[in-house]
């Protein structure tokens, strides 16, 4: 039977387990504490529970830590036939453990070009594909002169920065200075798990104004499809966070065409040949510009969101890609609309201790699904990443007609 090694997991990527157990398949999960926060404890649990051989690795960027929680956990490397990852923080460290055991799994080079945002853009500028304009600095002074060359707005964030962490807009140069005087404070408010995946570098860009979209590209034997557009709400204040997303994507047919051509191209040129991958792009005045790949299926709520109207599970889909199954033969089938949101804090704030408890439930009777963390008398930290919401909202519309998430692929 097929052996697939899960290196971490999202709360919601345990389905990917389930699926796999269902199979029949063999499954171990090699999980680290520092990522205990990506997720309630629930779901970690029960990704344990389901899995034939488990073990714990302290550091996703040491490789051999992570081979040495495999030997650990029992599994013999021989006998695995996939290694995968649905958690951004350890999608490299799954790409390295399957080059090195000799399975299948994303191509390491790939993850990383993805990963690190210098290397991305180099890439796609090298490959003739619509870009922005940047950068990739130290410091402060290397920020200012890399803006003005550029010229503002910018956006200045980590190079492999996750979940919009230490991430700033700057209109000018006093707001570069800004964000590189907070730097360390808002280094040090992280997770470990968040902080240690950074470096020294930043990478100032071009801002290009729009509406935010977003793709999952499934890649497999040479082909590529683009499985679903999505449509993304940000900030009214601060358009870096993200607040949820929207199936179908509202775009014209021609424009959704144009996003997932693109979108799969990007994957392309990065040697992303295996896996499904979530690509976030902006549609500007201008066109369709790149803001960030990551060599992984999204996280977040939206892999619910995109089953909850999705002719297929996007969880079952990404197990049997990576086992060699055949890639759909175009987008997936749309059977109504579906949107999320996510409850968050603009600013500090504590919860009234008069809150009832069971606050939540008459609204939850009128959603699809959704659920919420606060209790009475809890203070609420602003949202400054996108972990930083306390809750989530979905609704379904079954009066959307039947269409794709997407157009072709190539």
């Known amino acids: 039977m097929p052996h697939l090694v899960f290196v971490e997991t999202t709360g919601l990527g345990v389905q990917a387990i389930e699926y796999a157990k269902q199979r029949g398949h063999t499954v171990t999960f090699l999980r680290c504490p520092l990522y205990d926060f990506t997720a309630p404890a629930e779901p970690r649990r029960r990704a344990a529970e389901l899995a034939d051989h488990t073990a714990d690795f302290a550091d996703a960027l040491d490789g051999e830590a992570v081979f040495a929680a495999l030997l650990a956990s029992g599994a013999r490397p021989e006998d695995v036939d996939a290694v995968l990852s649905t958690l951004s923080y350890c999608a490299q460290a799954a790409a390295d453990l399957a080059e090195r055991i000799g399975a299948r799994g994303t191509p390491a080079a790939a993850t990383l070009a993805a990963r690190d945002k210098g290397r991305c853009r180099e890439v796609l500028r090298d490959h003739g594909l619509p870009n922005v304009g940047f950068e990739v600095v130290q410091d402060t002074g290397q920020a200012l002169a890399a803006a003005d060359r550029i010229g503002y707005p910018v956006i200045v964030k980590p190079v492999l920065g996750i979940g919009k962490a230490v991430t700033s807009i700057a209109a000018e140069p006093d707001d570069v200075r800004a964000h590189f005087s907070a730097a360390a404070a808002d280094l040090a408010a992280l997770a470990e798990g968040m902080a240690v995946q950074l470096d020294a570098r930043y990478i100032v ?124 033969d175009g987008p997936l089938r749309l059977r109504a609309a579906a949107s999320h949101s996510f409850l968050a804090a603009a600013a500090p704030a504590r919860i009234p201790d008069a809150l009832a408890p069971d606050w939540f439930a008459p609204h939850l009777a009128r959603l699809h699904s959704g659920h919420s963390r606060i209790r009475p008398g809890d203070a609420v930290p602003p949202m400054r990443t996108n972990f930083d919401s306390f809750g989530m909202l979905r609704a379904v519309d079954a009066r959307h007609p039947p269409g794709r998430g997407a157009l072709r692929g190539g």
Request: proline share 6%; aromatic share 6%.
């Open 205 to 328: 860009e071009e801002l290009v104004g729009g509406d935010l979209y977003s793709v999952e590209v499934a890649a497999s034997g040479g082909r590529y499809v683009p499985l679903v557009c999505v449509s993304r709400k940000v900030g009214r204040d601060n358009p870096v966070l993200e607040l949820g997303c929207t199936v179908p994507s509202g775009l014209p047919a021609a424009d959704e065409d144009e996003l997932g051509t693109y979108a799969s191209d990007v994957c392309r040129a990065l040697g992303l040949d295996l896996g499904i991958f979530h690509v976030e792009v902006m549609h500007g005045p201008d066109g369709f510009r790149l803001i960030e790949v990551n060599p992984r299926l999204t996280g977040g709520s939206l892999p619910d969101t995109i089953n909850a109207v999705a002719d297929q599970d996007m969880f079952a889909l990404l197990v049997d890609v990576f086992l060699g199954g055949r890639l759909p």
